[in-house]
């Protein structure tokens, strides 16, 4: 457990790759996860911090700048149930939560020693204990804002289709069991807290979800995230194995070998994902291939016929706005090419050109 450290500096690097991967797309929603990458990114940056960290002052430090993304990521969850269900990002229930996240916030920098009994040596590193004001304070901010998802959940205005509500309801539900599993160390209880590999692997599963329907190849830092949160898995993995198996011989090889075989099929799910091909929704094939056009390409002219907006489209691509301008062009310039009119004559001749080749095909 003296090398826990490394789970969080693992995690953080992993997030890291899923920020730097989504940082230059603009759509409101890609925004919001680019804030929530850099919450936690910080948060277990700042975890590894203080799990090595040698002083009262130090560990008071770190755990003060932990909690900057501690009460960021409620507001940022409330904003993301809400647009899953049909609401504003920036609606009443995520104002509300955001300003007592902030006042929480600043309870914290400002009267540390409100929260913070001492900084503790765990078998896993240094970590705060909490008071009970402290932690009724933290808990309740998260507390709130998951009611708020679930009744987001329970009365959506209109389920957003991009999103598959079972499986943004479990990513949310795992989450918070994994952030309420944290008060366990906090009070004196001598388990690692899991919000480390918790919250980056889900942030990776989010990022092979988002792109689920992109036909663009993905880069390095995409396969960066999923080999570093893989491997944070299986340290991990190996820690919690090593202390079970301390009367066992030659426990060495044991834990290594199933904490590799744990980081490479945790790898394997993640990687067949990225691979599986998936249809957006029952699009019938428009026969594009001739003019020359990419997968990419192909696949934004199955959703205009289908008659979803430019900024929907976005979304279910995963694309920056000027990313979708440019397809568009390469579209027109391709499909259209006699075409020199406005681009929204232009999207208006490509709507009734794919209307026609899809009623030749049926």
Not at 134 to 161: A, D, E, Q, R, T
Not at 196 to 213: E, G, H, Q, T
Not at 309 to 314: E, G, H, P, V, Y
Not at 344 to 352: G, N
Request: aromatic share 14%; glycine share 6%; proline share 4%.
């Amino acid at each position: 457990m003296e090398i826990f450290f490394i789970v969080p500096i693992v995690a953080a690097l992993a997030n890291l790759s899923c920020l730097i991967e989504n940082i230059w797309r603009d759509h409101p929603f890609h925004r919001l996860i680019t804030v929530f990458y850099l919450a936690i990114g910080i948060q277990n940056a700042s975890t590894a911090a203080m799990c090595i960290t040698s002083s009262q002052e130090a560990g008071l430090a770190w755990w003060i700048f932990q909690c900057h993304s501690f009460f960021a990521l409620a507001p940022i969850l409330v904003g993301m149930a809400g647009f899953c269900t049909g609401r504003r990002i920036l609606n009443p229930f995520t104002i509300l939560v955001l300003i007592l996240a902030v006042i929480a916030d600043f309870l914290c920098s400002s009267l540390p020693r409100m929260f913070v009994v001492e900084i503790v040596t765990y078998n896993f590193g240094s970590g705060p204990l909490l008071t009970l004001r402290g932690g009724m304070i933290g808990g309740g901010i998260h507390v709130l804002s998951m009611c708020f998802c679930i009744y987001f959940f329970l009365k959506p205005v209109k389920w957003n289709v991009f999103f598959d509500k079972k499986f943004f309801i479990s990513i949310f539900m795992l989450w918070w069991l994994a952030l309420f599993s944290n008060f366990l160390p906090l009070y004196g209880q001598e388990l690692p807290p899991l919000h480390p590999v918790a919250d980056s692997v889900l942030s990776v599963i989010l990022s092979v979800y988002l792109n689920r329907y992109s036909e663009a190849k993905f880069g390095i830092l995409r396969i960066g995230a999923n080999i570093l949160i893989s491997i944070a898995i299986g340290v991990l993995f190996g820690m919690l194995l090593w202390s079970l198996l301390a009367a066992i011989s030659f426990r060495e090889i044991y834990v290594t070998a199933a904490s590799s075989l744990i980081a490479c099929s945790f790898l394997s799910f993640l990687l067949f994902h990225q691979y599986k091909s998936n249809q957006v929704f029952s699009i019938p094939k428009l026969n594009l291939e001739k003019y020359g056009l990419s997968k990419q390409e192909i696949r934004i002219c199955e959703l205009i016929e289908e008659g979803h907006s430019r900024s929907f489209i976005q979304l279910v691509l995963n694309v920056s706005n000027g990313t979708l301008r440019n397809h568009f062009k390469n579209i027109y310039s391709k499909v259209l090419p006699e075409s020199k009119s406005s681009s929204k004559d232009q999207l208006q001749r490509l709507t009734v050109f794919l209307s026609k080749k899809k009623s030749k095909t049926d």
